[in-house]
């Protein structure tokens, strides 16, 4: 049952804590995106990785979110320190070729108080 | 101006009705256009992909493309109340990049 696993699904800290969302995305896939969505914004592309190298993270704010590959198996979120304007379902996707779908995982619901 | 615009709705359309959902995009040299459906609470999965002018049909659905209008839509004929969801219009820019971007959705309710 090939998917896109997320963890954790969801998320309570406080301001000013880090948080760590993991994406596993599908076996031999070699693009992952990260997308953070919120009622107002919609689907916010924060960043994307082509063979585990970052090819663009325009998307999200430099000062205190990263995203990392460590691996083919792994990527990784990471928001230091958090703040409630961070609150948000974040997506990983993960896809094979440049024209076909992008396969989400089940997202990660955040809500930082 | 945002890269991809939709109609946030909600249409509301009876059962057995033909829903027309749209979206408009900014960059010409997009190449690659895609209908995501999303119900409440879980996370997109793909309806459709149509990549050159004119139309694609897939069962009750058909995209529709028009490059020069910089124009996408999708039409679900026969729409049952099962059909009810936010629709994605998402779409991959042009110059190699591998970036997808979203529209913030159309919400469609089918009614009984």
């Known amino acids: 049952d090939a998917r896109v696993t997320q963890t954790p699904r969801h998320k309570v800290t406080e301001m000013g804590q880090e948080v760590t969302m993991r994406c596993q995305p599908i076996?031999?896939?070699?693009?992952v995106f990260w997308y953070r969505q919120t009622m107002m914004q919609g689907l916010e592309l924060l960043a994307y990785f082509r063979n585990r190298a970052p090819l663009d993270d325009s998307g999200m704010p430099k000062d205190r979110f990263s995203a990392e590959m460590p691996d083919a198996t792994l990527a990784t979120l990471k928001i230091q320190p958090s703040e409630p304007r961070d609150s948000a379902v974040y997506f990983c996707?993960?896809?094979?070729?440049?024209?076909?779908?992008?396969?989400f995982g089940q997202g990660t619901r955040l809500t930082v108080v | 101006q945002k890269e991809v615009e939709q109609n946030s709705g909600p249409l509301s359309v009876p059962e057995g009705a033909i829903a027309s959902l749209n979206c408009t995009y900014s960059d010409r040299g997009s190449q690659s256009f895609f209908w995501y459906r999303q119900y409440s609470g879980k996370s997109p999965e793909l309806i459709m992909f149509i990549y050159s002018n004119g139309d694609k049909e897939d069962g009750r659905f058909t995209a529709q493309l028009n490059k020069a209008s910089q124009y996408v839509s999708l039409l679900i004929r026969d729409s049952q109340p099962s059909d009810s969801a936010t629709y994605l219009c998402a779409v991959r820019g042009g110059s190699g990049t591998y970036k997808y971007i979203f529209g913030t959705g159309t919400r469609l309710k089918v009614l009984a």
């Open positions: 076996l031999g896939h070699n693009t």
């Open positions: 996707a993960s896809g094979l070729l440049v024209d076909t779908e992008a396969f």
